[in-house]
């Protein structure tokens, strides 16, 4: 069992910034990955960024170079820094920490954040 905490959205204007926070508490030492995905309506959600327990992260290309996930160990807390907001980046953002189970065939189990709206408007 994994419980996930987000905070940090907010309405920016477009070229602003936002950091969002992720504190994560329960069975911590299990997890393979946490990450950031979002929905905006009428969308299915989305990848954002992800982090594994190793350090690779990974981006969607519409937020390379304008977004940065990293972690504090210490705290059990992932972070998303977003710069150069834009519009289109409106939209509920949500925690994710995933559970990987290797067996004949890995399978996953994911937890979710409540959610964090975040709006890019002038």
């Known amino acids: 069992q994994v419980q996930l905490v987000e905070s940090g959205g907010g309405l920016v204007q477009p070229g602003g910034s936002l950091r969002l926070s992720c504190a994560a508490s329960?069975?911590?030492?299990?997890?393979?990955?946490m990450g950031w995905y979002r929905q905006a309506p009428g969308k299915q959600r989305e990848l954002v960024a992800a982090?594994?327990?190793?350090?690779?992260?990974n981006y969607a290309d519409s937020v390379k170079g304008r977004f940065t996930i990293s972690r504090d160990n210490a705290k059990n807390t992932v972070y998303l820094q977003m710069n150069s907001l834009k519009p289109e980046d409106t939209a509920v953002y949500y925690c994710?920490?995933?559970?990987?189970?290797?067996?004949?065939?890995?399978?996953?189990?994911?937890?979710w954040g409540q959610g964090t709206q975040v709006t890019v408007s002038s």
């Open positions: 982090i594994t327990s190793g350090g690779s992260t």
């Open positions: 994710n920490a995933r559970i990987v189970v290797v067996t004949t065939t890995p399978v996953s189990y994911d937890y």
């Open positions: 329960g069975s911590i030492f299990s997890i393979y990955a």
